[in-house]
């Protein structure tokens, strides 16, 4: 199968709740990257992980954490969710902890209630 | 500070038009300029990317201009028609791990 996908699609969580979201790499890439974009913002960089390790992180709070998996899948989770959490969650797969060659899935959009 | 600014924030032009969207960066260790679309309930996709080592890329009807000194780089659109419509988004990187995003341009081109 090609492509990033990732899941759900929509989410709608209160205040203080945690979220988990999921993303599955494209064939062939070893390297996931999250983003998070705000409406009408350009994509932030949240972390990256290469062989199942966190290999950079952007300016997040540690209630931001991730995980990779043997098979390149890979979760981002967030702890008491604020309301400025709200927005649209992109993972990234590449090859390599390459940038030139991302592959982006159509994201989660997370609504904080 | 790793800043990319891009302007317009949004732009409309008539179909055929060329529309033209600029990007200005700060740190001058970026090396790999990348454009991206996205459409609305999509993730950006790659529409093409440059090197600081060459002035100009084209690939179709879209043209990347770079010029090094003045720390900037524009995407040019030909001949554009009204299922370019989306939203463009300039990043631009060094040493991978992470892309530096603009803010985006809403384009619209109307028939």
């Known amino acids: 199968e090609t492509g990033v996908t990732q899941s759900p699609t929509h989410l709608i969580k209160t205040r203080g709740q945690q979220v988990t979201l999921r993303c599955s790499s494209q064939s062939g890439h070893n390297t996931v990257s999250w983003y998070q974009q705000a409406l009408g913002q350009g994509p932030q960089f949240i972390f990256q992980y290469y062989r199942e390790e966190e290999n950079g992180r952007g300016n997040f709070p540690p209630r931001f954490s991730g995980l990779q998996f043997p098979n390149y899948s890979s979760e981002l989770n967030v702890n008491a969710l604020e309301l400025d959490d709200s927005a649209l969650y992109l993972c990234?797969?590449?090859?390599?902890?390459?940038?030139?060659?991302?592959?982006f899935g159509s994201g989660t959009r997370l609504t904080v209630v | 500070q790793q800043q990319v600014k891009q302007s317009p924030q949004s732009l409309i032009v008539q179909k055929g038009g060329i529309p033209i969207i600029n990007c200005a960066y700060e740190n001058t260790a970026f090396d790999y300029f990348p454009w991206y679309q996205q459409f609305p309930g999509k993730g950006p996709a790659l529409l093409i990317a440059?090197?600081?080592?060459?002035s100009e890329k084209k690939e179709g009807r879209f043209t990347i201009s770079f010029n090094k000194s003045a720390k900037q780089f524009s995407l040019h659109i030909m001949d554009s028609q009204p299922g370019d419509s989306a939203t463009y988004f300039c990043a631009a990187n060094f040493g991978n791990e992470k892309l530096t995003f603009g803010t985006g341009t809403r384009l619209t081109i109307i028939p």
């Open positions: 440059i090197r600081p080592d060459v």
């Open positions: 990234a797969s590449s090859f390599s902890r390459a940038v030139y060659g991302y592959t």
